[in-house]
């Protein structure tokens, strides 16, 4: 394993042709810590779900990732329009977004419930007109 | 299944590098919401949608899928193509529906590994 690393990536809002890069790049660091594919599955998914969201709602954000020995942690932070109930948000099938997204095959409201699917935990934090704070946590090891 | 198996059952066009022909997948999936496909596929699978956008292979590539049908003979543009074979994961185009590409999958043996939770109600 070794280190703890961290780093940083830029999303533009609306940038749909590098949707999913950011994600990809982390998805890449992991592999190459050997860390397990079932977690790397798992962080790839929760953070694909989130870089998304940014791009759809924002109009710029960053994820932030650090990887330690025991876990993995990201956190988006964007200037997007807020979320006005995170509540609902969270309910399976609850959606905002505009046709052109659900064109796409997103906005069909299964993103935070699959990020917290996906996770061990999340937290979001949002501001409407301001933006939103999505952290969320996998474990490497159990039990930790 | 290997993509040579899945493509003759589709009649199918291989649109990447065809020395993934041996490839296998264990299961498949269909859906044409992204969301669904991070949600309840499983890995070593195959995708069978009618999307055709870049977002179908960063899916794929998230999800751990390992090949991608597209229905209705819908093609995805070049871009689509590249970002798939820097992937590594193949990509056929069939003429069948979605229904009829599943159903002839099915009827050869492909079945969905999905988690699923049946609860039978009275």
Known sequence: ?144 | MNLSEIRNILNAIVLTDEDALQKTVACAYCADLMSDVLSFSVTNSLLITGLTNTQVIRTAEMAAIEMIVFIQNKRPDIQTIKLAEEKHIPLLVTAFSMFDACGRLYEKGLRSLARVNVVHRA
């Open chain 1, 1 to 144: 394993m070794g280190n703890a690393e961290e780093g940083i990536f830029f999303l533009t809002g609306k940038d749909f042709t590098n949707a999913g890069a950011a994600s990809s790049s982390l998805k890449g660091i992991l592999e190459r810590r050997g860390v397990p594919q079932d977690i790397i599955r798992r962080t790839a998914i929760a953070a694909f779900e989130a870089e998304m969201n940014v791009i759809i709602y924002a109009v710029a954000g960053m994820m932030k990732y650090r990887i330690t020995d025991t876990e993995i942690s990201v956190t988006l932070q964007d200037m997007g329009q807020g979320i006005p109930s995170i509540e609902l948000a969270m309910t399976e099938g609850y959606s905002t977004a505009p046709d052109y997204i659900r064109e796409m095959g997103f906005g069909s409201g299964m993103g935070l419930p699959n990020i917290k699917k996906s996770t061990d935990s999340l937290v979001v934090n949002s501001v409407v007109g301001e933006g939103t704070t999505l952290e969320f946590m996998i474990r490497l090891k159990a039990g930790e």
